[in-house]
């Protein structure tokens, strides 16, 4: 079993399931039940793998809303120190 660091687990996933060479869905999915323990049923992942975002295409266009639009930026905590979200 790989280190407890990511580039390893990915390494890992990479080397033991092929498919995952081609499919960030797959690669993400994989992770998330192997590494992280998260369950996820057959027919979930297999619904995340045909249907599902690219996870870093997500990510890339939040940020580029965010930086776009300023009013959808990071939510500060309130005085309190309560997230506002």
Known sequence: MP??????RV????????A???SDQL???????I???IEIPKDVAKDI??????PESL???RRDVQRNEKE???????ENGNDQT
Do not use: H
């Open 3 to 8: 280190k407890n660091n990511q580039y390893e």
């Open 27 to 33: 690669l993400t999915v994989m992770y998330w039940r």
């Open 72 to 78: 959808l930026g990071i939510l500060e905590d309130d």
């Open 35 to 37: 590494f992280d323990g």
């Open 11 to 18: 390494r890992y996933l990479l080397e033991t399931v092929p």
């Open 49 to 54: 793998v045909e249907k599902g975002a690219v």
């Open 59 to 61: 990510t890339r266009y």
């Open 20 to 22: 995952t060479r081609e």
